[in-house]
Nanobody, 122 residues
Framework: QVQLVESGGGLVQAGDSLRLSCAAS????????IGWSRQAPGKERETVAV????????YYAESVLGRFTVSRDNAKNTVYLEMTSLRPEDSAVYYC???????????????WGQGTQVTVSA
C-alpha cells in the first residue's frame, strides 16, 4: 500500500504562485511515478503533472505547461508542484497520485491522496 498526504493548498489571487507538497510512504515500487491530478467542480479529473522516480521523465497537461513544475526528493519521499502565474481556471482540488507508469488518464493511477483545495481568485 501507498499513503499520500498533500499540503500547501489555499486561496490566492490570479498571477500568484503556490507550492504543493506530497509526503509519500509505502512500497517504493508502487509509487515509482508520482505527481498531481486535479478536479474542478463539474469537470473530470485531469492529470496535471507527474514525474518518474529518477526525475528524468515528466508529463504535463498542456494547460499548465510552462507554468507548473513537478519535482521530487526521493530522500525525503516528497513530491512538489510549483505553480506560477495561477489563473482562476486552475482552481480545483489537487490530488497527489502514484503508480507504476506515466499515464495521461487520471484514473490510471493506483493511489490517491485526500486532496487539497486550491482557489484562485480573479
Amino acid at each position: 500500500q501507498v499513503q499520500l498526504v498533500e499540503s500547501g493548498g489555499g486561496l490566492v489571487q490570479a498571477g500568484d504562485s503556490l507550492r504543493l507538497s506530497c509526503a509519500a510512504s509505502g512500497r517504493p515500487g508502487d509509487r515509482s511515478v508520482i505527481g498531481w491530478s486535479r478536479q474542478a467542480p463539474g469537470k473530470e479529473r485531469e492529470t496535471v503533472a507527474v514525474i518518474s522516480y529518477s526525475g528524468g521523465t515528466t508529463y504535463y497537461a498542456e494547460s499548465v505547461l510552462g507554468r507548473f513544475t513537478v519535482s521530487r526528493d526521493n530522500a525525503k519521499n516528497t513530491v512538489y508542484l510549483e505553480m506560477t502565474s495561477l489563473r482562476p481556471e486552475d482552481s480545483a482540488v489537487y490530488y497527489c497520485v502514484a503508480g507504476d507508469g506515466i499515464y495521461r488518464t487520471a484514473s490510471a493511477y493506483d493511489y490517491w491522496g485526500q486532496g487539497t483545495q486550491v482557489t484562485v481568485s480573479a
